[in-house]
């Protein structure tokens, strides 16, 4: 297998516009399928502070990588910046014939109106389960909190996987998924799982586009959505989070790009953090996570988290609460140069010197390569003596 790993900042261009810098770690290599018979090429997209960190991550995986790699990092990283959603990987898998792969066993119709027999999506989905799952947790730190994302004909196939194996998922996104084809073979053996309540998800997200598109079929394609959505409502006692939206002016990278933001941020709606819980100050904010690895069962309490959202309330020239959160940090972490960095940072945006040099020699203390520390206390060193002679 062959495969590389760098840091790097990645512009983001699609043909509809739009562009982002994210960083991260990212990675590509081959996996030969004896399920499948073939190679398929797979890129994975870490978090940036993946390297320094020790916790497992959920992960994301993206149908059609060779289309939506890009919209997947774009739509995580907006995300992420805000402190919206908790770091994830993401694990995107290439797919030269769409149909083929997602499509369960029945009469495909070709867009010049012929057809022909299909069964891939069972083959596919073994492909995930049993080879492609095993190789993704044994590469990297993943947890058992799995999404699975695709779009239309990839949409299916999220809603198909939910049906026939709900152990492999916990979460879906299910963008434009044309569930009326196969003569509504997900919708039917959506009934008998959804009315036996067994091994549900924890969360599904669908989407739909405007019918003004020129679709061929929009109230059949619609309805199909709607009734998966019914069943949903109808027979399930202890009912999944649901979210079923309209996105209007249809454009397939734009759809997707969309429909992941709005699919994870709702998936996510617990993570963020309240102005109310920044106010009360760490111990609470340790709280609302604790909390939260409750509830979707895995841990995301690290070094680093606490780091990031210092850093977002920094930019957000919200310092005090800064300082607090990051003081809690040092009171779990005192041994690491990390968080007395993040601390001194924060004092340094502040403006208050003395606090920040403090902060930033005891940090030098536990790392002396800490360079940034270092440049700071040369530049400062003269402020500070003209303070003391005055």
């Known amino acids: 297998m062959k495969q590389f790993i760098i840091y790097f900042t990645l512009l983001l261009f699609s043909s ?27 890129k994975v997209f870490l978090p940036q502070n993946y390297p320094d960190s020790d916790i497992s991550y959920p992960v994301l995986y993206q149908l059609e990588g060779d289309k939506y790699f890009f919209q997947s990092i774009a739509a995580v990283d907006h995300l992420r910046k805000q402190g919206l959603i908790p770091p994830i990987i993401i694990v995107t898998i290439n797919s030269l014939e769409p149909k083929k792969d997602f499509c369960p066993s029945g009469i495909i119709e070709n867009a010049n109106g012929s057809n022909y027999l299909n069964s891939g999506a069972d083959r596919f989905l073994a492909f995930i389960e049993n080879e492609l799952i095993p ?113 209007p002016e249809y454009q397939p990278y734009f759809f997707q790009y969309k429909a992941q933001i709005n699919g994870l941020k709702e998936l996510f709606s617990g993570f963020p953090l309240s102005d109310d819980l920044i106010a009360a100050g760490g111990r609470a904010i340790i709280e609302h996570y604790e909390e939260f690895e409750r509830i979707y069962g895995y841990k995301v309490i690290s070094e680093n988290l606490i780091n990031e959202i210092a850093e ?10 800064a300082i607090r959160i990051v003081f809690e940090n040092t009171r779990r972490n005192p041994d690491s140069w990390k968080v007395w960095d993040q601390l001194a940072r924060a004092y340094e945006a502040k403006g208050d010197i003395t606090s920040a040099r403090k902060y930033y020699k005891k940090s030098i203390i536990l790392y002396p390569g800490n360079i940034n520390a270092d440049e700071y206390l040369k530049k400062t060193e003269n402020k500070v003596q003209e303070k003391g002679r005055k």
């Open 312 to 321: 977002i309330l920094i930019r957000k020239f919200r310092y005090d609460e």
């Open 16 to 42: 509809i516009g739009f562009k982002a810098k994210s960083q991260g770690l990212y990675e590509h290599f081959q996996i030969k399928s004896d399920t499948l018979s073939e190679k398929r090429e797979i």
């Open 135 to 247: 190789e993704i947790d044994r590469k990297y730190r993943t947890n058992q909190f799995r999404i699975l994302s695709g779009h239309s004909y990839g949409g299916l196939f999220s809603t198909y996987a939910m049906v026939t194996h709900p152990n492999v998922f916990k979460a879906y996104i299910a963008s434009a998924p044309l569930v009326k084809y196969n003569d509504r073979l997900v919708l039917k053996r959506a009934l008998p799982y959804f009315r036996e309540g067994k091994n549900l998800p924890v969360y599904l997200y669908l989407s739909y586009e405007e019918e003004n598109r020129g679709f061929r079929d929009y109230k059949e394609y619609k309805g199909a959505i709607d009734s998966l959505e019914g069943i949903i409502i109808a027979y399930t006692e202890r009912k999944p989070k649901l979210l079923k939206e309209l996105i």
